[in-house]
């Protein structure tokens, strides 16, 4: 918590609400055939007529869009309207090839929902106003060449679906904000309706932030506030501007509706313009797309197959397989985790403890040392499942699976095969086990006296012997028994 943060308590309470503008993982754009995947094509490739917005040229709705935005909708307790309606939005922008956007005014897909968010231990309920659908605008790169500045538009990004999320202003503080954001991300991935990367911009959020004194009856006027573009950066942000308000109010001065930016570099926020209405916009229906009836069979249906999300995978793991919250927070981090985990759990039903043991552990640990996702991991879920059957099958000890298991990781190779190429089935024969106990207690006479003078660590060294001599192969219990057997009591 800053400085600035410790009077804002008492004397004024924080009011936040968020716009989140979400890519969604379309094959193609939202009013068009063209494909929606720019990011590694050449400038100005991926267009036609309507993207490019020459006369004459009809919008197509993206059923895939729509769908993608009934499941975050329902993801978000909303109700989902049965009717809905684009509309124009109209300003004029070199980023905009038509002059006007095609957006959702006053009939979103979605309305009225909420998130729980979790923020020290307590949850808060931020209300949803809306989720809605429109088309992204076209990308523009400044440049200055000689002192003159020009700009180039690329517009593959031109007509690609944008879903924006926008929240209730019930948000408190800074740190709320960026819970709400992880929870909103990570429902969108687990839904698979987008990346939720705030980084290359699939993920943008704008903040509105405005002080209120306490006791007052209205809130005060907002502040919206862009150009962030990390869950960080809106968090310092809102962080900053909280500061920065609680100061102007302090000091008698009134705080004017208006848009910043966010200088990261300098950890401040700077004036960009005075607020401008939706009137300016003169939003009007959309001629060219009658409005869409959504029928409750269809939205049903997705309702009925909407995947499960991290909260729920969380709470299967800890109720239903008896994890424990450590693991199952790991194993829920993300939807390829907790399939990998699933595909494997499959695989190997008895053991859910054993196999999110070994994914926790030693598979978390070389994802991490060599920066491989697990949805790119060579060993495949059954792979990992054969390990762990080995192991509570007894066919290999614990030492032994730690080499299988880096051969398998390296190269995706099945376990069994591993065990069965390099003999390194585990040695459970007793009368094979003693004939080597005997050999290492008659090579070892002085440690067998020392373990018997009191010294109980001896015992471990003698284990090691065995072990070393059979190469690591022969069953730990076993060669623990054989050796206590043999040499009796210590004195006590
Ligand atoms: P606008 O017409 O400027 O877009 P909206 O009423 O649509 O304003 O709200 C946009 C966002 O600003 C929403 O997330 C909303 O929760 C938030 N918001 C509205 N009023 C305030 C306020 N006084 N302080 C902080 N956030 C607010
Ligand atoms: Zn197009
Ligand atoms: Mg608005």
Redesign the pocket.
Same mark, same amino acid.
């Given at each position: 918590m800053s400085a600035g943060q410790q009077p804002v308590a008492d004397r004024y309470i924080t009011?936040? %609400?968020?716009?989140v503008h979400a890519q969604l993982l379309t094959k193609s754009k939202m009013f068009c055939s063209c494909n929606a995947g720019y990011a590694n094509q050449q400038p100005n490739t991926t267009v036609c007529p309507v993207c490019l917005g020459l006369p004459g040229a009809l919008p197509v709705i993206n059923r895939r869009a729509i769908e993608f935005t009934v499941m975050t909708g329902i993801a978000l307790h909303c109700e989902i309207a049965d009717t809905t309606r684009f509309d124009r939005k109209n300003y004029f922008y070199p980023d905009l090839m038509k002059n006007y956007q095609i957006s959702q005014y006053d009939m979103p897909l979605c309305r009225r929902g909420w998130l729980d968010v979790d923020v020290s231990g307590q949850t808060r309920r931020i209300g949803i106003?809306r989720v809605h659908l429109e088309e992204d605008t076209a990308r523009l790169t400044h440049r200055s060449e000689g002192g003159r500045p020009y700009s180039l538009v690329d517009v593959n990004r031109a007509g690609t679906p944008l879903m924006e999320i926008?929240?209730?202003?019930d948000i408190r503080t800074p740190e709320e904000a960026r819970q709400y954001l992880i929870k909103l991300r990570s429902i969108l991935q687990f839904l698979g309706v987008s990346t939720g990367s705030m980084e290359d911009g699939s993920f943008r959020c704008d903040a509105?932030?405005?002080l209120m004194p306490i006791g007052a009856e209205r809130? %005060?006027?907002?502040v919206?506030i862009k150009n962030m573009n990390s869950f960080r950066s809106v968090f310092r942000a809102l962080d900053h501007e909280v500061e920065r308000q609680t100061k102007a109010l302090d000091s008698g001065e009134r705080i004017v509706q208006e848009t910043r930016g966010w200088d990261d570099d300098r950890g401040t926020t700077v004036s960009q313009r005075t607020?401008e209405?939706?009137h300016d916009y003169r939003y009007f229906p959309e001629p060219d797309l009658p409005p869409l009836q959504l029928t409750r069979e269809w939205v049903d249906e997705i309702r009925t197959r909407l995947p499960e999300l991290q909260d729920a995978a969380r709470e299967r793991f800890v109720g239903t397989l008896g994890l424990s919250r450590y693991d199952a927070e790991v194993l829920s981090a993300s939807r390829a985790m907790v399939a990998y985990f699933d595909a494997a759990l499959a695989a190997h039903p008895g053991n859910a403890k054993g196999i999110a043991n070994w994914i926790t552990n030693d598979l978390y640990a070389a994802l991490n040392a060599t920066g491989i996702g697990i949805d790119e991991c060579r060993l495949a879920p059954g792979g990992l499942a054969e390990l762990v059957r080995l192991i509570d099958a007894g066919t290999i000890s614990t030492t032994i699976a730690k080499t299988v298991f880096e051969e398998a990781f390296r190269t995706g190779r099945s376990p069994v095969e591993i065990v069965r190429e390099r003999g390194l089935v585990q040695v459970s024969d007793a009368a094979a086990i003693g004939a080597v106990v005997d050999q290492v207690l008659a090579a070892h006479a002085n440690v067998v006296q020392d373990y018997l003078g009191g010294k109980t660590q001896a015992l471990g060294f003698l284990v090691g012997q065995v072990m070393r001599r059979m190469k690591g192969k022969a069953n730990p219990g076993i060669v623990n028994r054989l050796l206590t057997e043999r040499i009796g009591q210590p004195r006590a």
């Open positions: 009011v936040i %609400g968020l716009e106003t926008v929240s209730e202003p509105n932030i405005s809130f %005060g006027a907002k919206e607020k209405y939706a």
